[in-house]
Structure formats: structure tokens, C-alpha cells
DNA sequence: CCATATCTCTGACTTTGGTCAGATGATGCG
DNA sequence: CGCATCATCTGACCAAAGTCAGAGATATGG
């Protein structure tokens, strides 16, 4: 990484904090204060609990509290308790807080835009691209790929996987696919590997150790964080995994219209070999050499 | 403008205020408080007056007394009379106060690192090229383009002018241009149009009428705000001014070697005309038909 | 030299944003 | 039931950031 680029990055930021940084002052012209318009955005129109707002937000408890208490002197929200546990509190946007909300998100709107209006229309186009790309990288590169114990949010991910897979091959069907048992999930059989961005699932995949051969499935991306080398690397960290599992073989399987896939295997160092299972919708087989342990 | 384009500049502002905006918060980390350590950054290592600094930062005077007193305190600055003028105070970094601000520059390095850090090399290319091309058109967006009366930075533009002009055609020789009288930049002979980014300027252009025709000469862009449509702004602030000094056409000369220049005349409605002066560096002269100043 | 304007400094004050320790009330386990 | 635990609430406290009115020093025009 050199000097110029990360010259460039401050440069970046120093245009961007003194020409859209407005856009988070806007609430300032409005009479809440800026912590108290964020959260009331962050309460969104389905409502939301106390905990998950401390969470997202990174409030301290005392502070959500007196700022809830000020939304609701202000006739913006409501709160009660929580359905599934009467410890929590829920808070939800009053029709009031439902206008307010509407309001800040039109003055947002309003800024967004007189970035956008100086520019001539080919300009303009350019600088949304450019966003867009850097918005995508940025995220990228807050994408975390760790090994988890399953659970609901992994699931969600297959069933994404196979939903894709479904659109995807006319044959597919994912009621008959060889299901992976839980146990296989965990050592010392095999392990589970999530990546996740802000906490929210963009991407799994699985490795299942048996006899010293490491079978790796379920890899899968969310369509928004693809080409940003997660794949690339929760394939690393499975095969990291299996090694630690006392692999010396990682194997698996794709189906032929997961063409990004069979690129990744590829440049990874897999070669295709032939069937090593008779998985119904697999057509073709990589297999790759792991390290050993010790090395 | 459409809602997509809205939604991706906001977007857009959200992932950077989260990724990038901790580069402001790493002041935090060190023992100076953030308004305190911009201040100390804005003194620059060459110094600066107070009535400056104030106008730059836009800061109440008291409030900024007080922030030089803490920087003082600390022994990061020292200030006193400004020479010219001892009513204004100057404010100057001592060693540590140079050693301090080295210290930021580092960290706000080591931040802008760490966003680039997690991305493989061909992605981190990506990003860095997306921010440049958005500090531009941001930057672009908020050029102005004002007539101005003549100075010396109009007088500076000219002379970049004509330095690049030297640099693409090895004829030219400043010493032996017409000259532009100094009475022709006001009105009711001309005017002199400026294009400045936050105050600096960027490009400037001149137009002077004689007997109901306006010569357009001097039109010159900043090499590093190109392509953003300065010119072109330029262009018609010069033909709404020739027009309210009453003039009907509008004509002007340009060198060879400025193809971009030409290429702005002609999609402006120039058309090329036989030679109407002996300008000595002159290849290529245009005309346009201006509207009635009272249409 | 006077009146007026300009620039800086000072002290009093406010708002904002935030932390912390402990009280209160609901839940779940044995 | 008794107790530990959890989520929230409360009040006390704090620093940072900023505003304001006015005092004091210096310049400038007449």
C-alpha cells in the first residue's frame, strides 16, 4: 500500500466530511437533537426493542433511556413491554414520530440532492457510480468471516443458497439433497463459518471432516457482497479449519451453474477430479492438498 | 435527477460517516480534544493569524481564544503581534506543537490504512480510484464561478495559462501576446470572470466588447478541475456578460494545441471563422451569435 | 487628538452528549 | 419460594463545545 493511496483516502475524506457531512447536520436545523433523530430513524416503522437499539447504536443504557424519555415527551413514540419477555421494552413511532421521521427523511433527501444538482447530468451519473463503488468496498471491508456454532441465522443462509440454486437449475430441489446432520457442524467433526457484515449474514459455508479428508459445502454469498473476496476468504478459513481437524485432503462438489464458484476453486489451487460422491446435483468435483497441521 | 440516484448518495453517506468518520474520532484517542487538535492543524507550520484561522474554522473569537489558550498551555504554540498589523495576533507551533501535529498526521495515516487494509490488492485499487473520482466531482460540485474585479490571482491564473500554453506550443512566447488593458476587464468595456473552489482560485476567463462584439479571451481551468464542466460555466458567464455590455456576437482565438478548448467552443454553438485578428499564437477563431439582451 | 472601528481577550453562561453506580421490576432456575 | 440474573430506569455527575456581552488594546479617518 503505498504513500499516494492512503493520501488519496484522507484526501477523500476531508471532501466528504466538508461537503456531505451537512447531510447528518440537517437535523440539527429541526428541533430534535442529532442523537435523539437517529434513534427515532433507528426505531424504524415496525418498532423495535430497547436492547437492540443500545446495540446498534452503541448507547449507553442510562442515555437510550433519557432519550426515549424526551422522544416520548415530544409525543414521537410510545413504548411498552415486549411480548416474549416483559423485561425487555419495545418502543414504536407514534403517528407523530411516523410524520417527524417522514420529515427528516425528505431534508435528508433534500442535501442528497443538492450534492448531486451542480453537476452537469454526465458528472452526476459518474459521482453516483463512484459512491456506489466505494459504499460496496468500504463494506466490503468490513465483512468479518469467523467460525460459529449453528444456529437460526445459518440456516437462513442455506435455505438463501438454495433458494439461488433452485433459480438457478430447473432440476434442483432441496428437499432432495443430502442433508448435513448438526453434529457435523462442530468439532471434532466439523465446523461452520459465517461471514457477517455489522453483525448481519452475508455469506457460509461448512467443512466436514471424516477419515482425514475434509468435505467442504454449503459455501454461499449474499448476491450484495459478491466479488469482494469473501468467498475467497471464508474458503480460507474452512480449509484452516479442516487442517486443524487433522485434514490432509479438502473436497467438494458444485453444481454446473455456479460458474464464480468453480472460478474461486480453481484459482485456490483445486483441480477438478472425478465424482467422489453421487450427490444428485453436483457436476463436478475439486479436491485440493491441505498444508499439514504441523507446517 | 432520480430517486435511485438519491438513495445511492445516501447510502453512500451512511457507510462513509461509519468507516471513514473514525478518522476524525482518532484525535480523540490522544489527550487533545478534536476542535482543539484541528486548530493546532490549521496553524499550519508557517503560522497563522488569528482573524484568518477564525474565518477558516468559522469559530466564535471567544471560543477560539480559548482553544489557542489550552494549546498554549500545553506549550504546543506560542503567538504574538502580527506585523503588519498589531492588533491581529499570529499563532505559531513550537517544536513540540510541530511534534504533536506530526503525531496526528500519523494516526490519521494509520486509520486511513486500516481502510484499505482488509481488501485484497486488486479491490483496494478499486476503492482508492472510487474516492478519488468522488473527492473530484465533489470538489466540482462546489466550484463557483463569479465576475470578479481584476487581481492578482486573476493575474495568476493568466500566467499558469500561459505557462501551459509555452509547455504545448514551443512558438509561443508570453512577451509577445497582445496585451489585455486593464480598463477593458471592467465594465462598460468588459469583464473578468473567476472560477474559485472554497475561495482558491481555478480558472478565470475575460471578455471585452468593442462596437457591439465581444472578444472572449484568457479562458483557462485549473489542470486538476478539468472535465467537470468549469469551462463550459465559464463560457456562459462570459456570453450573459458580453450580452449585458450590449454585445451581439460573440468571438474568440485559440491555439492549436488547446483541443479540448476547441472541442468546448463548437459543442457551445461557436462555429470556426476565417482570422478576424493577427493574434500572433492564434490558429483557429470562432464566433457565435449572441441572444438580445432583451430576450 | 478625537471618534470610531477592528481585533482580541475575559468571564459567565448554556446546551449537548455522555458516564456511572445503584434502584427497580421481571424472569428463570433449583 | 428464594435467589441470581437480566433489562431498564433514575439521579448525580462530568467534560466538551459553543454563545454572548462587554472590556481593553490598537488602528484609521478626519
Same mark, same amino acid.
Given at each position: 500500500? #503505498?504513500?499516494?493511496?492512503? &493520501?488519496?483516502?484522507r484526501a477523500?475524506?476531508?471532501a +466528504?466530511?466538508?461537503?456531505?457531512?451537512?447531510?447528518? #447536520?440537517?437535523?440539527?436545523?429541526?428541533?430534535? /437533537?442529532l /442523537?435523539?433523530?437517529?434513534l427515532?430513524?433507528?426505531?424504524?416503522p415496525?418498532?423495535?426493542?430497547?436492547?437492540?437499539?443500545?446495540?446498534?447504536?452503541?448507547?449507553?443504557?442510562?442515555?437510550?433511556?433519557?432519550l426515549?424519555?424526551?422522544?416520548?415527551? =415530544?409525543?414521537?413514540?410510545r413504548?411498552?413491554?415486549?411480548?416474549?419477555?416483559?423485561?425487555?421494552r419495545?418502543?414504536?413511532?407514534?403517528?407523530?414520530?411516523?410524520?417527524?421521521?417522514?420529515a427528516?427523511?425528505?431534508?435528508?433527501?433534500?442535501?442528497a440532492r443538492?450534492v448531486?444538482e451542480?453537476?452537469?447530468p454526465?458528472?452526476r &451519473?459518474r459521482l453516483?457510480?463512484?459512491?456506489a463503488?466505494?459504499?460496496r468496498l468500504?463494506?466490503?471491508? =468490513? +465483512?468479518?468471516?469467523a467460525?460459529?456454532?449453528p444456529? /437460526?441465522?445459518?440456516?437462513?443462509?442455506?435455505? &438463501?443458497?438454495?433458494?439461488?440454486?433452485?433459480?438457478?437449475d430447473?432440476?434442483?430441489?432441496?428437499?432432495?439433497?443430502?442433508?448435513? &446432520?448438526?453434529?457435523?457442524?462442530?468439532p471434532p467433526?466439523?465446523?461452520?463459518?459465517?461471514?457477517?457484515?455489522?453483525?448481519?449474514p452475508?455469506?457460509?459455508?461448512?467443512?466436514?471432516?471424516?477419515?482425514g479428508?475434509?468435505?467442504?459445502?454449503?459455501?454461499?454469498?449474499? /448476491?450484495?457482497?459478491?466479488?469482494l473476496?469473501?468467498?475467497?476468504?471464508?474458503?480460507?478459513?474452512?480449509?484452516?479449519?479442516? +487442517?486443524?481437524?487433522?485434514?490432509g485432503v479438502?473436497?467438494?462438489?458444485t453444481?454446473?451453474?455456479?460458474?464464480?464458484?468453480r472460478?474461486?476453486?480453481?484459482? =485456490?489451487g483445486?483441480?477438478?477430479?472425478?465424482a467422489?460422491? #453421487?450427490?444428485?446435483?453436483?457436476?463436478?468435483?475439486?479436491?485440493?492438498a491441505?498444508?499439514?497441521?504441523?507446517?
Open positions: 500500500m #503505498d504513500t499516494d493511496q492512503i &493520501a488519496t483516502v477523500f475524506n476531508r +466528504v466530511t466538508r461537503r456531505i457531512g451537512a447531510l447528518d #447536520d440537517c437535523y440539527l436545523d429541526r428541533e430534535l /437533537p /442523537p435523539a433523530a437517529r427515532l430513524f433507528e426505531i424504524g415496525r418498532g423495535a426493542e430497547l436492547r437492540e437499539l443500545r446495540a446498534r447504536l452503541g448507547l449507553d443504557s442510562g442515555y437510550l433511556t433519557r426515549l424519555r424526551r422522544l416520548r415527551a =415530544a409525543g414521537l413514540i413504548s411498552g413491554r415486549a411480548a416474549r419477555d416483559r423485561r425487555v419495545r418502543a414504536e413511532w407514534t403517528a407523530a414520530g411516523r410524520r417527524e421521521a417522514r427528516l427523511d425528505r431534508a435528508s433527501d433534500t442535501l443538492g448531486l451542480p453537476l452537469p454526465a458528472s &451519473a453516483v457510480a463512484a459512491m463503488e466505494v459504499t468500504l463494506r466490503a471491508g =468490513a +465483512v468479518t468471516v467460525v460459529e456454532p444456529g /437460526p441465522e445459518a440456516e437462513a443462509c442455506v435455505a &438463501a443458497y438454495f433458494t439461488e440454486l433452485a433459480g438457478r430447473a432440476r434442483f430441489d432441496a428437499e432432495r439433497i443430502r442433508k448435513l &446432520a448438526l453434529d457435523r457442524l462442530h467433526h466439523g465446523a461452520l463459518v459465517m461471514a457477517r457484515l455489522d453483525g448481519a452475508v455469506g457460509c459455508g461448512a467443512v466436514s471432516v471424516t477419515n479428508a475434509a468435505e467442504i459445502k454449503r459455501v454461499w454469498v449474499h /448476491p450484495d457482497a459478491r466479488g473476496g469473501v468467498g475467497r476468504r471464508m474458503l480460507a478459513l474452512l480449509e484452516a479449519s479442516a +487442517v486443524a481437524l487433522g485434514a479438502a473436497r467438494l462438489d453444481n454446473r451453474t455456479l460458474t464464480e464458484a472460478a474461486l476453486y480453481l484459482s =485456490a483445486y483441480r477438478e477430479v472425478p467422489f460422491n #453421487d450427490e444428485m446435483f453436483a457436476d463436478h468435483w475439486f479436491e485440493k491441505l498444508p499439514t497441521g504441523a507446517g
